[in-house]
């Protein structure tokens, strides 16, 4: 189970955070591109989990955050128009536990100003939203995983996974697939009448959705790859037809 | 619904807690001595919960904190020996929604350093314990405020209030019980093998589990009233044969 916090403005809040993990019993940080890290600030208000800011993982980008994680959850102060799959946090401990179980998984927040950008949002499978009152909706970060790290700890109490799951995909493989389909659907012209960001977090919506498994990824990509070579042999035989059509024009002129 | 801090080493716990607070939808904040109130750091920490502060009541006493108050339930760190009473805060909340429909109640929150004493737990109805890892428990101030009132929220959530639910005893009540009931013990001698500060303890959390009426603490104290109207019958017939007996030693002296 592993924390990212992604472009922290105040080291105060990444040692707060430490504190606030370590007192659930959660261990692994990681920092994507922290505004200043590590700061004297952060170990003050670590009070004692420093043992955690000592081992954080700095990294510069959220798939260098992410590698080797098969199943994120994504935190979102606000309620957004796009389609999606948002939780609260009690009705999303189950699978991340279940998830927790059989590979690496990930709890994602973002800055204090603005949280997490929809394409961070693009790379989880569930987002979740802490109920707050809407008049005033600020929560600190560090009190953001406080809530979160505690509602794991008393979901964890008697927890038994279930076995014989089905492993997703890793954070790789998804990746892999969405630049995969992106290229090819910039290949066959989809995106002339579309914005191909938006479409494409549609498109990571609805396949965090089904979570698919290495095996279907893989089958996704064959789809894709088979796509692009129908296409290839399309092209090889206009270009020969036409070709053709050039050489019996020719020929034509010739007999004429 | 009142947050209590007692005794805030931090001002910018204060802040910090107020955040909490508002995010869920608590209003209203007494401090008990706090260190240092009002402060920068306090506003600073805040972050837009100016007005929580604003309002805050700064008292000198828990009596003071708990005035009017019916139910309060107050966080400790540690399991204690004491026979006790100790819930999650998934547990407590259901009575303290239910209470808080009809009067009154308190969340009642300890020193950062050394939470609260026997004395203060002692006016409370139930303690709470957040679970943590235990190797290191050592949640925040604020970040122990934002579980309760965020456990809180949550629970608030279609939460309808069972009706004719007896009116439990306010704290004035129930501590001019606790001062009779000290005063007619010490009257009668019972402290004399006993600690009677643990004694008192003791039947604080017997009496605080009970959860009295405002009738039945008058029957109690109706039987302590008796309990002392007896004591000083039976002292006035006990003078009055000491009187008689040397008067009948008297009268014998004179015959002599």
Redesign the interface.
């Known amino acids: 189970m592993r924390v990212v916090l992604s472009h922290t403005s105040h080291p105060g809040n990444i040692g707060?955070a430490a504190?606030?993990m370590?007192?659930?019993?959660l261990r692994h940080l990681h920092l994507i591109n922290p505004y200043r890290f590590p700061d004297p600030q952060a170990t003050a208000m670590a009070?004692?989990?420093d043992d955690i800011l000592e081992n954080a993982v700095v990294c510069s980008s959220i798939d260098e955050a992410l590698h080797g994680v098969a199943f994120t959850v994504a935190m979102t102060a606000r309620l957004r128009d796009i389609s999606i799959e948002v939780k609260?946090p009690?009705e999303a401990m189950p699978e991340l536990l279940q998830q927790a179980s059989a590979q690496p998984v990930a709890l994602l927040f973002g800055t204090e100003m603005s949280g997490l950008t929809n394409e961070e949002m693009g790379k989880a499978q569930v987002l979740v939203n802490?109920?707050?009152?809407p008049d005033?909706?600020?929560?600190?970060l560090?009190?953001a995983v406080?809530?979160m790290a505690?509602e794991l700890?008393?979901a964890a109490?008697g927890f038994v996974p279930k076995v014989a799951e089905a492993r997703p995909a890793s954070h790789e493989q998804m990746e892999g697939y969405y630049a995969h389909l992106e290229k090819v659907l910039f290949e066959i012209g989809f995106f002339t009448t579309q914005n191909p960001a938006r479409m494409m977090q549609r498109l990571r919506r609805l396949y965090a959705r089904a979570r698919p498994e290495p095996d279907e990824i893989n089958i996704l990509r064959g789809m894709l790859s088979v796509t692009t070579e129908y296409n290839a042999r399309l092209k090889t035989r206009y270009q020969q037809e036409h070709q053709d059509s050039l050489n019996i024009h020719a020929n034509n002129q010739q007999n004429v």
């Open positions: 707060a504190r606030a370590k007192t659930m019993g009070a004692g989990a609260t009690r802490i109920p707050t009152d005033f909706s600020s929560l600190n560090a009190a406080q809530v505690y700890n008393v109490q």
